[in-house]
């Protein structure tokens, strides 16, 4: 099984908790990630993998039916160690948002692209 598809997979799954949990529902979602293949097959709606495709075509569906609107934003592998997401996998509690940054100083959507 790749890390493109278990990666995807633990999204789609997250976000199937949340719709059926209540977290979600008619609401935007910003999803940030290091993966560029996540990215592109869900923008393009497409993989040329079976399994990447039955993911993305899942995550459509969830957006659809839970009234969401997903963002999928590339981001650096640089920011996503950082932030402390990367280290989550291999146990890492001490770095980014894990030893209570903010979360908003990691996603400069505030911010002008052109600067």
Same mark, same amino acid.
């Given at each position: 099984?790749?890390?493109?598809? &278990?990666? @995807?997979?633990?999204?789609?799954?997250?976000?199937?908790?949340?719709? %059926?949990?209540?977290?979600?529902?008619?609401?935007?979602? #910003?999803? #940030?990630?290091?993966?560029?293949?996540e990215e592109?097959?869900f923008?393009?709606?497409n993989s040329?993998?079976r399994? @990447? #495709?039955?993911?993305?075509? %899942?995550l459509?569906?969830?957006e659809?039916? =839970? &009234?969401l609107?997903? %963002?999928?934003? %590339?981001?650096?592998g640089? &920011?996503?160690?950082a932030q =402390?997401?990367? =280290? @989550?996998s291999? =146990?890492d509690s001490t770095?980014?948002?894990?030893?209570? $940054?903010?979360?908003?100083?990691?996603?400069p @959507? $505030?911010e002008d692209?052109?600067v």
């Amino acid at each position: 099984m790749s890390s493109n598809f &278990q990666e @995807l997979a633990n999204l789609v799954m997250a976000l199937e908790e949340g719709l %059926h949990s209540g977290d979600f529902s008619i609401c935007e979602v #910003f999803i #940030f990630t290091d993966n560029l293949t996540e990215e592109e097959c869900f923008y393009k709606g497409n993989s040329p993998s079976r399994r @990447l #495709f039955n993911l993305v075509l %899942h995550l459509c569906l969830l957006e659809m039916t =839970g &009234q969401l609107c997903l %963002h999928m934003i %590339h981001i650096a592998g640089s &920011q996503m160690i950082a932030q =402390g997401t990367d =280290g @989550l996998s291999w =146990g890492d509690s001490t770095s980014g948002v894990m030893a209570r $940054h903010s979360m908003m100083a990691y996603i400069p @959507l $505030h911010e002008d692209a052109f600067v």
